[in-house]
């Protein structure tokens, strides 16, 4: 039986150990605070399952690889609803959506009145949108509970500790998943900065995913249910600090107000700051050194391409099959 220890609890080290534990293996998570909070990148994730709007801007890998994501989640958690992500723009920004459909695919075209009856609280604001009708999400904390649970029924140990990974290799296989935390092995590791809030708006129904095209400040808005909404999310270059900046506040709920004025009586609930750790261009690595195994780079994806990194993984490790994303040189 192969033993292993997976060195972070986030998004990316939950998935690799139910990889690992579907094939056999013994698995032991280790993380500095021991259980999934607000100090993870994917406490604070969109929870967007959406290959085909990401292709807008991101690679070819993520598009393909994203596809696996919604089948994946559905089998660990009752949190995925798969209603399509709604594209939408003001008419001054109709440019905008052209561009967004050239550079996407997975997509029709809807007119105002399909818009106003796939979301009836976007009102006649909307002449023109795309719906991305194979798209999904899910309410990420929950996911990451449901799918914590599962592990530790089948098996799964777990430990609080500051964990060297380099100490653990020395003694057997060892799985560094610990996002931005881990710049210190992987100096070309970068932060890209992201802020994002909760709102709590009773008076506005959802059904999917909405996002507003706009040149300055795209954002997008997803439904959690119960007059709860996650709006996001800044893209900075650059370490996060901990508070958000008034201009990502004011840009933000802007457009949250573009999209339904009701959204000028909601109130902010929860306000979110992190680190979304990825390398120059944006794609994810899995990188071995002995006994050490890195995954890492998951950007803005994590749970779009955590499942395909911990199938890689775990292919890596029983199948000795080299990962289409793998990076020999982890400096």
Known sequence: ????????????????????????????????HGDIGPHACSWWAGGMLAPFCEGETAEEPVVR????????????????????????SPARDHTELARFARRTSGHRAVTGTEISTLEPDLGTSFAKGLL???????????????????????????IQDDADPQHYAAHGLTL???????????????????????????????????????????????????????????????????????????????????????????EVIEIGVDNRPAFADNL??????????????LFRHGFLLAPAMARMAAELIFDTKTPEVMHENPA
């Open 132 to 158: 991305f009708e194979t798209e999904a999400h899910l309410a990420p904390r929950r996911a990451m509970a449901d799918l914590r649970q599962s592990l530790l029924r089948d098996g799964l140990k777990t």
């Open 1 to 32: 039986m192969t033993d292993v220890t997976i060195i972070g609890a986030g998004v990316m080290g939950l998935c690799a150990a139910r990889a690992l534990l579907d094939r056999g293996a013994t698995v032991t998570l280790i993380d500095r």
């Open 176 to 266: 560094d998943c610990r996002g931005y935390s881990a710049r210190d092995a992987l100096p070309n590791l970068r932060g890209v900065k992201g802020e994002m809030l909760i709102l709590s708006c009773p008076d506005v129904t959802l059904n999917r995913p909405v996002r507003l095209l706009h040149p300055r400040v795209p954002i997008y808005i997803v439904p959690r249910g119960n007059g709860i909404f996650m709006l996001g999310a800044t893209m900075i270059e650059g370490a996060a600090g901990s508070h958000v900046t008034a201009r990502a506040l004011l840009e933000l709920l802007s457009a949250a107000y573009a999209l339904n004025p009701a959204f000028g009586q909601a």
């Open 65 to 88: 690889l994203g596809q696996e994501a919604a089948d994946w989640w559905d089998a660990q958690t009752d949190a995925v609803h798969r209603c399509g992500t709604l594209v939408v």
């Open 284 to 297: 994810p690595r899995i990188a071995r050194d002995g006994n050490l195994i890195r995954l890492n780079g």
